[in-house]
T-cell receptor, first 114, second 111 residues
Framework: GAVVSQHPSWVICKSGTSVKIECRSL??????MFWYRQFPKQSLMLMAT?????????EQGVEKDKFLINHASLTLSTLTVTSAHPEDSSFYIC??????????FGQGTRLTVV | DAKTTQPPSMDCAEGRAANLPCNHS???????VYWYRQIHSQGPQYIIH???NNETNEMASLIITEDRKSSTLILPHATLRDTAVYYC????????????FGKGTRLHILP
C-alpha cells in the first residue's frame, strides 16, 4: 500500500510551548488529509479534515486556534499544537487520501506535555 | 457518529480462521465497507474494502450480506501478529469523505 510518514514519532515538550507534527504522503498526491487524536484505550477521534490549498474543517469541539492545520502542498500537511498543556498529551495520527485511493495512515506521533 | 457496531472483543486460536462481524444497517447505496486494523501504538492499517460483492486479497476476505446490512471480515489463518483492534467503517470512496471510527473489535489470537 501507499506510504504515509509522520514526523516526529514521539515528542516531549514543556507546557506552554508549541509543537509541530508533519504528515507526508510519500508516493501519491494527497488531496485530502485527516487528523485524529487517540487517548489510551479509546478509538481514534477525528479532529479535522484538510483539503490541499483550503482551510481545514474542524470537528465540533476542536479548537481551531489551538490545533493549527496547514495543507499547503499535495504531499504535506502539518498540525501545530499551540500553547500545549498536559491534557493535550495524546497519540496524534494523520491519514492521507485522494479520489483514486483508499485512505492510508501515518504511524502516529505520541505527544507528551510536561 | 460511527455507523457501524462491532463486538468489543473476540478470541481466536492461532492457525484458525478469525471471523469478525460488523453491523451497518443504515448503510447508503453509495457507501462502501472498509476494514482497518490497529496494532498497539501504531497507525491504522488498511485491510480490505467492498461495495456488495465478496472481496479477497492477500490479507483477508470480506463477505457482505445481500442486503448489505452486515459484513464479516475473515482472516483465514490467524497468527499472533494479527492481534489488533479491527475497525469496520462505512463511507463513500470519495477522497474527502470523513473516516469515522467506532470502537472496533479487539482481537486476541491465542497460542
Amino acid at each position: 500500500g501507499a506510504v504515509v510518514s509522520q514526523h516526529p514519532s514521539w515528542v516531549i515538550c514543556k507546557s506552554g510551548t508549541s509543537v509541530k507534527i508533519e504528515c507526508r504522503s510519500l508516493d501519491f498526491q494527497a488531496t485530502t488529509m485527516f487528523w485524529y487524536r487517540q487517548f489510551p484505550k479509546q478509538s481514534l477521534m477525528l479532529m479535522a479534515t484538510s483539503n490541499e490549498g483550503s482551510k481545514a474543517t474542524y470537528e465540533q469541539g476542536v479548537e481551531k486556534d489551538k490545533f493549527l492545520i496547514n495543507h499547503a502542498s499535495l504531499t504535506l500537511s502539518t498540525l501545530t499544537v499551540t500553547s500545549a498543556h498536559p491534557e493535550d498529551s495524546s497519540f496524534y495520527i494523520c491519514s492521507a487520501t485522494n479520489s483514486n485511493t483508499e485512505a492510508f495512515f501515518g504511524q502516529g506521533t505520541r505527544l507528551t506535555v510536561v | 457518529d460511527a455507523k457501524t457496531t462491532q463486538p468489543p472483543s473476540m478470541d481466536c486460536a492461532e492457525g484458525r480462521a478469525a471471523n469478525l462481524p460488523c453491523n451497518h444497517s443504515t448503510i447508503s447505496g453509495n457507501e462502501y465497507v472498509y476494514w482497518y486494523r490497529q496494532i498497539h501504538s501504531q497507525g491504522p492499517q488498511y485491510i480490505i474494502h467492498g461495495l456488495k460483492n465478496n472481496e479477497t486479497n492477500e490479507m483477508a476476505s470480506l463477505i457482505i450480506t445481500e442486503d448489505r446490512k452486515s459484513s464479516t471480515l475473515i482472516l483465514p489463518h490467524a497468527t499472533l501478529r494479527d492481534t489488533a483492534v479491527y475497525y469496520c467503517i462505512v463511507r463513500t470512496p470519495q477522497g474527502n469523505d470523513k473516516i469515522i471510527f467506532g470502537k472496533g473489535t479487539r482481537l486476541h489470537i491465542l497460542p
